[in-house]
C-alpha cells in the first residue's frame, strides 16, 4: 500500500514540476512578448522593474499640415534630468547659466523627482540650439538637452484629425495578428482612425539608465538612448491643411460665439480642405463623451435655402427658369399670405437672389411631376448627397476612405415623400428630410465654380516615410456619377453672383469685400425649440473670387433662434483674412 502511495505522491510530483517547468517555458521562452490574455510584454515589464526611463517620441506617426508643421504635436529642446543627480556633485551653476534657470529651481526639481523629466512639464522651457550644445558639451552625467515631442495644448483642427486612447479590446479587433502591447494607443474618431494601421508605432525613443531597488544606479551614471533604429518609421500624414489659416479661423468661429456649428474651406486648385472647424470644442476632460468629438462639418445637417441651388439646376435644364415668368411671392408655398418676406411679384432670378419659397416649393412641384427622382439626381449630380471625401485603393484596402466618418446627404426617405407634391415642395426649399453635410455643401460650391466638374475632397495628399520620401500618394480623383453641364452651372454661377450683388440679394452684405463673391444663404427650420422659440440651421455657402475661383466656403451656426447667431459677418471676415493672407 504505501509503495502505491509513494509511487503516487512521485506521479504528482513529476507533472507538478514539469507543469511548472512548461509555465517557466512558455513565460522566459515562448509568451515573452504577448503573456495571458493581456498580451503583457514580459520583456519590457522586467526592463521597467530595473531601470527608469524618460520617453522622447512614443512611436506613432504624426501629422503634418501641408507645409510640413507638425499639426498634433511639436518637438521642443528641452532640459531633461535624471533623480540620481541628487546623489553626485554635479556642476548646476553652469547649467544654471546657461538655461538662466535658478540653481536653487533646478536642485528642488532633482530632489523631488522620482524619475526623469523634462524641466517645466507639461509646459517646458524650450532651449535654443546655442543652449542645446552648451548643455551636452557640459557632458554631465545625468544632465541632456534633447529634442522631445510633445502633444500640442491646442490641437489645429481636432475633429478632423481625431483622438487616440487606449483600448484593448478594439486592438485585438482590429489587429488580431499582430503582437502589441494593451497601452498601444490607436485612433478613435477622424483621421486618427482612417489611418490607424499607418500609425501603428515601431517602437518608442527613450533615455534609459539601470537602477537597483533604491533607486541608485546600478551600472554607474551610464544613460542609454533606445531607439527602433528604422529610417522609415513612425510615419507622417501629410494633411492639406494650413495651419495658420486654421487657427485664424477657428479664432474667428470663437469669436462670433459659434457653440455649434463652424466652417468647412476648400483649396479649389487641388479640392482640398484648407480649414476645418467644429463646435463644440473637444472637451479635454472627458474628450470621448461629449459632443466635441464629433466633426459637425462631415454630419448631415438641414440645409434649408442653400438646397435651392439644386432646384435651379434641375430647372434650367427644363427650361423652367424663363425670364418673363412670375412668382407670386406674396405668398408662402402653402398659399397662405407670406407677411413676413412678402416681396410681390419675382422673376427667376430675383426669387434665386431674394430665396423666394414659394418660387421654389412651385418649381419643385412641377419638376417633380414630370420626374419623382429629378431633386435626387440634381442632387447627386451636384455631389450633395453621397460621400465626397477620398476615397480608393491603398494597398490591401480597395476602398480605404480618408474621412470615414463622413456623413451621406439625402432628398427623401420614402417613395411615399418623392411622389407627394406637398412634400415637394417643402424638399425644394431644403427642408422635410432634405440633409447634407457642410463638406458636401461646399464641394457643391466647388463643383458650380468648376463649371461642373466634381471631384473628391482631400484631408491627406500622401503618407510620408520618416526620411520623407513618400510611401504613398492621394492623387486628385473625380467623384463618379453625372454631373451638371457647363451651361447650366455657368447660369447657376450668374445665379449665386446675383445673390450678392442684387440690392435685395441675401448676400448683398458681402458686396464689398476685396474678392468677389458668389453664394447662397440658409436659414432651416430644425423642428426644435428652446424656451418657446424655433431653433434654425443659418447657413452661408459660396466661392470666390468670383472671376478665377480659389475657394469654396461654407460658414454654419447650428440650432440658433431666428433673430440670433447669423454667419456673414463670419463668412465675410474670413473672406477678408484669406485676400490679406493672399497679398503677403
Request: charge should be negative; include cysteine.
Amino acid at each position: 500500500m504505501w509503495r502505491k502511495r509513494a509511487a503516487a505522491w512521485l506521479f504528482i510530483c513529476i507533472t507538478g514540476l514539469v507543469l511548472l517547468a512548461a509555465r517557466l517555458i512558455q513565460i522566459q521562452l515562448v509568451d515573452t512578448e504577448t503573456f495571458s490574455k493581456h498580451h503583457v510584454n514580459l520583456l519590457e515589464e522586467s526592463v521597467k522593474q530595473r531601470t527608469q526611463e524618460l520617453v522622447i517620441d512614443n512611436g506613432r506617426g504624426n501629422f503634418l499640415d501641408r507645409n510640413g508643421t507638425m499639426l498634433t504635436h511639436k518637438m521642443v529642446s528641452v532640459l531633461v534630468l535624471f533623480p540620481f543627480l541628487t546623489k553626485l556633485d554635479w556642476d548646476i551653476e553652469k547649467v544654471s547659466a546657461i538655461t538662466n534657470i535658478p540653481a536653487a529651481d533646478l536642485q528642488k526639481a532633482v530632489a523631488s523627482a522620482k524619475k526623469p523629466f523634462a524641466y517645466g512639464e507639461p509646459d517646458p522651457i524650450e532651449l535654443t540650439d546655442s543652449q542645446t550644445k552648451k548643455i551636452n558639451g557640459l557632458n554631465i552625467p545625468g544632465v541632456f538637452a534633447v529634442e522631445k515631442k510633445f502633444e500640442r495644448s491646442s490641437v489645429p483642427a481636432e475633429q478632423l484629425i481625431g483622438l487616440t486612447g487606449e483600448n484593448p479590446e478594439e486592438l485585438a479587433r482590429r489587429y488580431p495578428n499582430k503582437e502589441l502591447s494593451e497601452k498601444t494607443l490607436i485612433g478613435v474618431s477622424g483621421l486618427e482612425e482612417s489611418f490607424d494601421e499607418f500609425l501603428l508605432p515601431e517602437g518608442k525613443s527613450k533615455l534609459v539608465y539601470h537602477v537597483d531597488g533604491s533607486g541608485a544606479p546600478l551600472f554607474g551614471t551610464n544613460v542609454k538612448y533606445v531607439d527602433p533604429a528604422n529610417p522609415f518609421y513612425p510615419v507622417n500624414i501629410r494633411t492639406t491643411i494650413d495651419k495658420t489659416i486654421q487657427e485664424k479661423a477657428e479664432k474667428l468661429v470663437d469669436q462670433y460665439q459659434i457653440k455649434k456649428g463652424g466652417l468647412v474651406l476648400l483649396n479649389m486648385e487641388d479640392n482640398s480642405v484648407l480649414a476645418m472647424v467644429s463646435r463644440p470644442a473637444v472637451n479635454k476632460k472627458d474628450p470621448y463623451s461629449s459632443a466635441g468629438i464629433t466633426n459637425m462639418m462631415t454630419e448631415q445637417q438641414i440645409v434649408g435655402s442653400v438646397f435651392k441651388t439644386v432646384v435651379a439646376a434641375a430647372a434650367i435644364d427644363q427650361n423652367l427658369d424663363d425670364p418673363m415668368r412670375l412668382f407670386d411671392c406674396s405668398k408662402k408655398i402653402n398659399g397662405n399670405p407670406e407677411l413676413t418676406y412678402n416681396y410681390g411679384m419675382l422673376n427667376f432670378s430675383d426669387s434665386f437672389a431674394r430665396s423666394c419659397n414659394r418660387t421654389f416649393g412651385e418649381l419643385a412641384q412641377e419638376l417633380q411631376k414630370q420626374n419623382p427622382n429629378a431633386l435626387e439626381e440634381y442632387a447627386a449630380k451636384l455631389s450633395l448627397t453621397g460621400s465626397v471625401g477620398w476615397q480608393g485603393e491603398v494597398f490591401h484596402t480597395s476602398n480605404f476612405k480618408q474621412l470615414a466618418d463622413e456623413d451621406k446627404g439625402r432628398v427623401f426617405l420614402s417613395d411615399e415623400a418623392r411622389t407627394d407634391s406637398n412634400y415637394a415642395a417643402m424638399s425644394g426649399i431644403g427642408q422635410h428630410e432634405v440633409r447634407a453635410t457642410p463638406l458636401a455643401v461646399a464641394n457643391m460650391m466647388a463643383t458650380i465654380a468648376r463649371g461642373g466638374k466634381k471631384e473628391m475632397v482631400r484631408a491627406a495628399t500622401k503618407i510620408e516615410y520618416k526620411n520623407g520620401t513618400t510611401m504613398i500618394d492621394f492623387p486628385e480623383n473625380s467623384l463618379a456619377g453625372e454631373t451638371i453641364s457647363p451651361y447650366t452651372a455657368s447660369k447657376l454661377q450668374k445665379l449665386l453672383r446675383e445673390v450678392v450683388v442684387n440690392p435685395n440679394g441675401t448676400g448683398r452684405w458681402f458686396q464689398d469685400l476685396p474678392y468677389e463673391v458668389a453664394g447662397k444663404s440658409g436659414t432651416a427650420e430644425t423642428g426644435k425649440y428652446e424656451n418657446g422659440q424655433q431653433l434654425h440651421n443659418k447657413w452661408f455657402a459660396g466661392y470666390f473670387p468670383y472671376q478665377n475661383p480659389k475657394y469654396a466656403l461654407v460658414a454654419v451656426n447650428l440650432d440658433v433662434i431666428d433673430s440670433e447667431g447669423g454667419v456673414n459677418q463670419l463668412f465675410a471676415d474670413m473672406v477678408k483674412m484669406l485676400y490679406e493672407n493672399d497679398q503677403r
